[in-house]
């Protein structure tokens, strides 16, 4: 054999021992970077994600962009991170493009932007921009606009979650892996103290009006839980939030009240020792799936059809009424047509509480 048709068979055997024989392949990145800055419970969403891919690339750097307050979220998934200050540095569109200026010297080599507003399309371009390969989310908007006040989510299929799409973004970079598996049960901290008889956590609030259980319902559902079980936190923020659950602790001697007693970290740890959580289509929804921690969940404006339901969560365990102008919104961030979110009312908190027996029965 000659040396031409020697160097020819060296290539091919090559080729075929790469898997691409006849056609170059494309190199998969080595360090990809992951940005989503917000909303908290979209960002609680993406570890499920991330999970799936560190279980079929565990040699893969991943660097997540996200805030600070978020670190918690991504315990245990041997990543790394990079602050993303929407407040000051990077706040601005230039101040996106410092922060891709950033990432590009950690030798970032792809970037999966699962987040897709205005922000993140800057940053985006620069590194396009420098010949770093992107990907970004589908978020389905159309679908999810078509199912507004039609009333027919409750029989339609659910359209495709969150956390797919998560991982289909990276999909689209080359990488190869099923969708992951409900999250599991974990060691944990005991934040609150040693556990003794059943605990039960009841978060009512959300950022939006037509997420948030109404406060005389609250009432009632925070009288029969802690009647029935041995331990009551109500999960919560500050101002009105903090007031209310404070006076339920007054009320109710086994109740507790967590603001300003954990901060977000403690919070999971003692979400993953719970019972059962009483939730709204909100934050603590997905810390209890992070947690692996039953969820009994309330939605009224917004539907879960949507993708947006805790991942892993039983459906058997959402409760909702079927009414022809659900869901009115997305994000349930619009006011009610009716004005009086007759939605939440028609979810009862005697209905609340027998679900939650039959969870911790089962």
Known sequence: MDRKNSAAAEVRTQEAADGRAGAPAKRLPRHLLVLRTSAMGDVAMLPHALRALRAAYPALRITVA????????????????????????????????????????????????????????????????????????????????????TGAAADAAPLKHTVTRYCDVFRRLGFEFPDPGPAGRRPHAEPMGPKHGVWIGFAPFSAQRGKTYPEALSRETVALLS???????????????????EEMERAHPNVTALYGRVKLAGEIELIAGLDCLVSMDSLAMHLAALAATPVVSVWGATHPSLGFLGYGADPRNVLQADMPCRPCSVFGNKPCRYGDYRCLHAVTPQMIVDRVAQVVGR
Do not use: C, N, Q
Request: charged share 30%.
């Open 227 to 245: 009647a029935r079980y041995d331990r009551v936190f109500i999960h919560g923020g500050g101002g009105d939030e903090a007031r209310f659950a």
């Open 66 to 149: 996200t805030r600070a307050l978020f670190r918690p979220f991504f315990a245990g998934l041997d990543v790394e991170f990079v602050e993303v200050d929407t407040k000051g540095r990077h706040h601005s569109l230039r101040g996106m493009w410092r922060l891709a200026a950033e990432v590009r010297r950690l030798g970032v080599d792809a970037v999966a932007d699962v987040h897709d507003v205005l922000r993140s399309k800057a940053f985006r371009l620069s590194m396009r921009l420098h010949g770093i390969p992107v990907a970004h989310i589908r978020k389905g908007r159309s679908e999810k606009r078509a199912r507004m006040h």
